[in-house]
């Protein structure tokens, strides 16, 4: 009999096995989470180690490249209804190094399967060792199973929101699988006589613990355990059914622990092989003493657990190689930290140490010490007696200063010692000769020590957001130094030996006092990327980041300067023999553009960005655009009234912002296409230039969606011209660029009324079609298709709009329903009023302080003629006081709109309305009068009724 798969709950998580399938999860579960399949034109780009994203389209055009093919050793396959498996397989084939596949039906509920055949032909994929099933519900997995036995390269399977008797199946379990994840809602059945020696369990319940489901799991093959019980503990009925597996080496537990003293013991006492224990999210106020039976424990990792010391018999472990606790309570560490011989990396971040012990200089072996984010105040001098280490972090103390010690780690590699409060260095700091890596920003250092320039491997140096106001003379001698970050400081200038640092590529020199570059700046000869702005950049603010409270903090403790801007205005003409360049920002300078393009125009670089934004531009250069070699160029923010007729010559430039200059110039153009576009607007080059190309097809309706946005009165025609000329070109291509809601409210705002209508039934239909439906879209659309029909003069096609609007979308469009349906004498008008007064009733009921749903009902109740239930219900909102007093002032005008309706007013009350509104000036924003508008135009009112309503509601629009 057929057996069907039970659809459980989706994952978004997508992750793959590796050769070593345990120890990689976790790194290639957070990996995956954020990347998606791609076609191999993005492989090509972005790297193999991606899903290749099967599609037909890729297998025909690359079939016959077979260096590209073989490239491919993960892929992903989307289920659809009309696909054919045994298809996909023998294009997949063609790719000799696949080793996983993922099957993906993880639409909310899955798609439906039953008539999708499992394919017969896997066993062409020599290389295939894993599989990943995303949410089958409804799949003949038993004959699935049987294929899959064909596969004798197979060795672990994944499963996504599967029923948990999914592994009992009989074929399933003479598959002899090596590694299994499954994660699903409820812990799964594990068959007894399983070969797993790789196993991950991800689930949110274990249901039934009498029937002890992991007890079934080998004494002896299983080795590798990564246990995730969301909303269950770990209590000592579960962990005695983990105490057997005495072939265990690592264990992962990332579920709540009942019991810190049972866990340690049960587990430890009997299975002494584990050599790695990872405990996260395990909610471990202590750390047992217990912890002494891991006898062999060589990798201890903790991380949000709460604990606040180590136990005694932590220090005893004396196999541990590696300790990794973050996001505990720890306060300090044991002076037995030296027992630890044998500790290579230890990581102690995200903690609440404060102090560290003398010992710690004797842990001779130690290569790797994380202490950073915690509250340490200094360091022992005996830090420098650790002399294998390579990799020190300690950022984001409260370090005032380092131990002269440091400088006797000739072995250190990389040193961060950024958010603290140094204020000076050691002078022998150039004592570190295997330095390659330095961060000393958020610190208060106001200069660098001489010997500085002694760090003659250092490539990657920050000292972003400190005091320094000059760099050492000789910090040229920095021969390997690639990026050197020093934003937010107060240099005036740079030494003449700046220009000697011949491997320069990324320089960050914004926010400092500069006025000039030396000349020697044109040295820097592998410099690629530059910044000296002057742009608000929160990077290099001085405050400190208190992790303990998640936020910054001002620093009350040491009084910092004000921060500086550079005001360079020039560049030195060495700085045209930079042939390197890729990016240059100078914004938010005074700078001289003539200066700035005269000195590129000489430069050997090309297709490089420029952002000369807000730097006081009035007047751009009239000649030699054809020289000026720039790609991308930003003039956003000047003062640029016109644009030079030379600028059609600059063969370089592909993306122009003009953007916030004068009221013609207010652009951003990011194709040369787009900036033809420009520059026929403003009569440079005429429509004849232009090719008729789908490119420029596109470019037409990308501009014309950029209209959309401006604040002209004749932006809808501008829409509309452009709109219509891409058409012209290309019509697919148009159409498929514009933004829908636009092109449909342009042509209704141009009155072109049929042509809305078709566009809007097109639309519509897409949108609703899917689903998840946006109603931001739809229900705008609905609306101008209405609009349309009553502008034709159609007033039955407009009500049967509003109609679908309201029962389906909006049910706000039931008055307007009713309104057009009480012109034409349509007897339903009665119950789509019926409909809307029902509709604000339950929302009042559910939000009794929402005065805009209050307010609507009363415009309800005009407008439908109740007059009795609109003074029932205004007496009763009299009793309720808005927060916003506007809307008094509303419930004021809509009691006023009621007398005129039922002519019971006088012209001196019309005229202190009148004074009032006009005394207040509001101006509603929130508000529109467009129901209550509609509703007076269609009314039996005299013309003097009407004219008086207008005359009250315009002036809340003054």
């Known amino acids: 009999m057929k057996k069907i798969l039970l659809f459980l709950f989706t994952f978004q998580t997508l992750f793959i096995f590796s050769q070593d399938f345990y120890e990689d999860y976790n790194d290639y579960l957070t990996f995956f989470n954020s990347k998606s399949a791609e076609p191999i034109e993005r492989l090509n780009r972005f790297g193999y180690h991606y899903y290749f994203k099967y599609n037909k389209k890729d297998i025909e055009a690359y079939k016959n490249d077979i260096k590209t093919l073989e490239k491919i050793r993960y892929a992903y396959i989307k289920i659809n209804k009309d696909i054919n498996l045994e298809e996909v397989i023998d294009d997949l084939s063609l790719c000799p190094n696949i080793e996983l596949i993922k099957f993906d039906n993880g639409k909310l509920f899955g798609s439906d399967t039953t008539k999708i055949n499992f394919p017969k032909n896997l066993n062409k994929l020599s290389k295939l060792k894993n599989l990943i099933f995303y949410s089958f519900h409804n799949w003949d997995y038993d004959k699935g199973f049987y294929e899959l036995k064909k596969v004798k390269s197979l060795k672990g399977i994944a499963f996504y929101s599967f029923s948990p008797t999914i592994l009992m199946n009989k074929n399933f379990q003479e598959l002899k699988l090596r590694d299994l994840a499954f994660i699903a809602r409820n812990i799964p059945q594990i068959p007894e006589n399983n070969t797993f020696e790789n196993l991950i369990l991800k689930c949110d319940y274990y249901p039934n613990k009498k029937k002890q489901y992991l007890k079934a799991l080998s004494k002896n093959n299983l080795k590798k355990l990564h246990l995730s019980i969301s909303f269950e503990n770990l209590n000592d009925s579960i962990l005695k059914e983990l105490k057997h597996l005495q072939g265990l080496e690592k264990l992962t537990i990332n579920s709540p622990i009942k019991n810190s003293d049972s866990f340690f013991k049960i587990i430890g006492e009997n299975n002494p092989k584990i050599k790695e224990l990872k405990l996260t999210n395990c909610k471990l106020d202590s750390l047992s003493e217990n912890i002494k039976y891991f006898k062999n424990l060589e990798l201890f990792y903790s991380s949000n657990n709460k604990f606040k010391k180590l136990p005694k018999s932590f220090y005893d472990l004396k196999n541990l190689k590696r300790v990794e606790i973050q996001g505990s309570n720890i306060i300090s560490i044991d002076n037995e930290i030296d027992k630890l011989s044998s500790l290579n990396t230890l990581k102690l971040y995200y903690n609440r140490i404060k102090t560290l012990p003398k010992s710690i200089g004797k842990l001779k072996l130690l290569k790797h010490f994380s202490i950073n984010n915690n509250q340490l105040k200094s360091l022992p001098k005996e830090i420098g007696d650790l002399k294998n280490i390579t990799f020190f972090k300690i950022n984001n103390n409260k370090l005032t200063s380092v131990p002269r010690s440091i400088t006797n780690l000739k072995n250190l590699d990389t040193l961060f010692l950024e958010d603290n409060y140094i204020k000076e260095l050691p002078k022998n700091i150039g004592n570190l000769s295997s330095l390659t890596y330095l961060n000393l920003s958020q610190n208060l250092l106001y200069k660098l020590p001489s010997s500085f320039s002694k760090l003659h491997n250092l490539q990657t140096l920050n000292i972003t957001a400190n005091d320094i106001t000059y760099l050492p003379k000789k910090f040229g001698n920095l021969k390997k130094l690639s990026t050197l970050q020093g934003n937010s400081n107060f240099l005036t200038t740079l030494p003449d030996s700046f220009g000697d640092l011949s491997s320069l590529e990324r320089l960050e020199l914004s926010h400092n006092n500069l006025t000039s570059l030396p000349d020697s700046f044109g040295g820097l000869n592998s410099l690629k990327k530059l910044y000296l702005n002057n742009k608000k950049n929160h990077a290099f603010r001085v405050e400190k980041y208190n992790h303990l409270k998640g936020k910054f903090i001002k620093d009350t403790t040491y009084t910092r300067l004000a921060r500086k801007k550079n005001m360079l205005t020039t560049l030195p003409d060495s700085f045209s023999k930079l042939n390197k360049l890729e990016f240059i920002d100078l914004s938010n300078n005074t700078i001289d553009f003539n200066n700035v393009v005269n000195i590129l125009e000489n430069s050997n670089s090309y297709n490089y960005t420029l952002d000369v934004s807000n730097c006081s531009i009035k007047k751009l250069p009239v000649h030699n655009w054809n020289t000026f070699k720039v790609k991308d160029l930003n003039l956003s923010d000047n003062l640029i009234t016109e644009l030079p007729k030379d600028i059609k010559n600059a063969q370089y430039l592909t993306s122009l912002n003009i953007s916030r200059n004068s009221k013609n110039l207010n652009t951003y153009r990011n194709n040369k296409n787009q900036i033809s576009l420009l520059l026929l607007e403003h009569n440079i080059i005429s429509e004849n230039d232009l090719p008729k190309t789908d490119e420029m097809a596109i470019a037409f309706a990308k501009v014309a969606n950029k209209k959309s946005y401006s604040s002209k009165k004749n932006k809808y025609e501008e829409y509309i011209t452009y709109a219509n000329k891409a058409i ?22 141009t009155k072109n009324y049929k042509d809305c209508i078709h566009y809007a039934d097109i639309t519509i239909k897409k949108d609703t079609s899917q689903n998840i439906r946006f109603l931001n879209s739809v229900v705008p659309n609905f609306r101008f298709k209405a609009l349309s029909h009553l502008r034709l003069k159609d007033t039955i096609s407009a009500i049967k709009t509003f109609k679908t609007l309201a029962d389906k979308f909006s049910p706000q469009y039931w008055s307007r329903t009713a309104l057009l349906a009480k012109k034409i004498n349509d007897s339903n008008y009665k119950l789509y009023f019926d409909n809307q007064i029902a509709f604000y009733n339950k929302q009042t009921q559910q939000n009794p302080k929402s005065w805009g ?53 006088s012209n001196e009350n019309l005229e202190e309305l009148k004074q009032k509104i006009q005394a207040k000036k509001t101006k509603l924003k929130t508000w529109s009068f467009e129901l209550l508008l509609l509703w007076n135009d269609l009314s039996d009112l005299s013309n003097k009724q009407k004219n008086d309503i207008r005359t009250i509601t315009y002036l809340f629009s003054i």
């Open 728 to 749: 012209e070109i290309n019509k697919e291509a148009a159409l498929k660029t514009l933004y829908d809601d636009s092109y449909i409210e342009a042509l209704y705002k």
């Open 853 to 905: 749903t209050h307010l609507s009902l009363l415009e309800v109740y005009i407008i439908a003629g109740k007059h009795k239930e609109f003074d029932e219900f205004n007496k009763e909102l009299s009793t309720l006081i808005p927060k916003n007093s506007n809307y008094l002032l509303l419930k004021e005008y809509l009691e006023f709109v009621e007398k005129i309706s039922v002519n019971n007013y």
